[in-house]
């Protein structure tokens, strides 16, 4: 499928706020998801959006999707240390099938 | 509900013996999926089912993988024989078709380790 684009590695300090970003490349995307793995763990979603939203909040989460540059973004507010995880964006869009695309995945290290 | 279920969570093996992962999806998924995680390469769609139907298979890296869904409440992804670089964590997950933002519900995983 397309390519889905994240950057591998992401340090903060516990109570800063993080911002994972990713884009894409299938103008198709329908759904644009966050899944979340802990160590040891399989992939468990976060958060979505739809690709007619701007923006999505849920308590510290806050999605940005801007579709004219194919850009989603994760931020957590105070972040903590059980935040620390790796993070994967993943698409649905029309020319997927029913699979999903996914990303890389970014790890988050957060320190005390 | 169990969530979806994979056995074994760890498996070592050497070079050319056969292996076989078993994934249980969640009761009443109509989705199936196997995916494979490594490093270098991240998290790969290796195959997907609908109704125990191979959809697309196009993610299979070779013809030593071969996946069946006999039913629909087990899954096998078989490798046979077995090489050192299909080390990896492989994810089962599944899913269903009337949720409206199409999640996927992800196994805890198989770590594949061929010496």
Known sequence: GEDVEQSLFLSVREGDSSVINCTYTDSSSTYLYWYKQEPGAGLQLLTYIFSNMDMKQDQRLTVLLNKKDKHLSLRIADTQTGDSAIYFCAEYGTDSGYALNFGKGTSLLVTP | ?115
């Not at chain 2, 298979?57 to 409440?73: C, I, L, Q, T, V």
Request: charged share 20%; aromatic share 14%.
């Open chain 2, 1 to 115: 509900d169990a969530g979806v279920i994979q056995s074994p969570r760890h498996e070592v093996t050497e070079m050319g013996q056969e292996v076989t992962l078993r994934c249980k999806p969640i009761s009443g998924h109509d989705y199936l999926f196997w995916y494979r995680q490594t490093m270098m390469r991240g998290l790969e769609l290796l195959i997907y089912f609908n109704n125990n139907v191979p959809i697309d298979d196009s993610g299979m890296p070779e013809d030593r993988f071969s996946a069946k869904m006999p039913n629909a409440s087990f899954s096998t992804l078989k490798i046979q024989p077995s090489e050192p670089r299909d080390s990896a964590v492989y994810f089962c997950a599944s899913s269903f078709w009337g949720r409206p933002y199409n999640e996927q519900f992800f196994g805890p995983g198989t770590r594949l380790t061929v010496l």
